[in-house]
T-cell receptor
Framework: DTEVTQTPKHLVMGMTNKKSLKCEQH?????MYWYKQKAKKPPELMFV???????INESVPSRFSPECPNSSLLNLHLHALQPEDSALYLC??????????FGNGTRLTVT | GEDVEQSLFLSVREGDSSVINCTYT??????LYWYKQEPGAGLQLLTY?????DMKQDQRLTVLLNKKDKHLSLRIADTQTGDSAIYFC????????????FGSGTRLLVRP
């Protein structure tokens, strides 16, 4: 299995909703990442988990809450989002000293 | 500064070569990457080069690295319509955080 799988592919949520994005990989990668990508822009790093511990938080607002329950799974919990949070959310993973492998993303729309 | 710079748009005819350019910022960057993004999809790793190399070839792709000028290029030989996408270069900074700094992306349009 050489894929990073993200679910759902699309998500529409209201500003008062709570939802979660999920990411899974079975490549034995021990570093997992969340990126946010707005239209026609490069991806922006949000969080990095290394060996299931949060190692980087790029000053992301607390309405985004990451979780790494085990080495194969990465979640992003969403609560009280704003319309400007609408974007493509990309998960990525890597093994030591190797390139990042990206999933196909979740297209999030906040109404 | 923090910026990795790319030209925004490139249009080529099918069968021609495409050259996408990138200038990066940190002379101590260890790896430099090229990713491809098709509409509605994630980023697909195309190739990467270690900073002690000046060229890498992989089938239709050739990466050239000029460390003195901090310039990276991706040449696609015999460009096909399926190569139409956005291409991002990215540098990995020489620190322990393994952060990738992405360029703004170059949209490649291949005309039949």
């Amino acid at each position: 299995d050489t894929e990073v799988t993200q679910t759902p592919k699309h998500l529409v949520m209201g500003m008062t909703n709570k939802k979660s994005l999920k990411c899974e990989q079975h490549m034995g990668h021990r570093a997992m990442y969340w990126y946010k990508q707005k239209a026609k822009k490069p991806p922006e790093l949000m969080f990095v988990y290394s060996y299931e511990k949060l190692s980087i938080n790029e000053s992301v607002p607390s309405r985004f809450s990451p979780e790494c329950p085990n080495s194969s799974l990465l979640n992003l919990h969403l609560h009280a989002l704003q319309p400007e949070d609408s974007a493509l959310y990309l998960c990525a993973s890597r093994k030591y000293n190797s390139p990042l492998h990206f999933g196909n993303g979740t297209r999030l729309t906040v109404t | 500064g923090e910026d990795v710079e790319q030209s925004l748009f490139l249009s080529v005819r099918e069968g021609d070569s495409s050259v996408i350019n990138c200038t990066y910022t940190d002379s101590s960057s260890t790896y430099l990457y090229w990713y491809k993004q098709e509409p509605g999809a994630g980023l697909q790793l195309l190739t990467y080069i270690f900073s002690n190399m000046d060229m890498k070839q992989d089938q239709r792709l050739t990466v050239l690295l000029n460390k003195k000028d901090k310039h990276l290029s991706l040449r696609i030989a015999d460009t096909q319509t399926g190569d139409s996408a956005i291409y991002f270069c990215a540098e990995r900074r020489m620190d322990s955080s393994y952060k990738l700094i992405f360029g703004s992306g170059t949209r490649l349009l291949v005309r039949p």
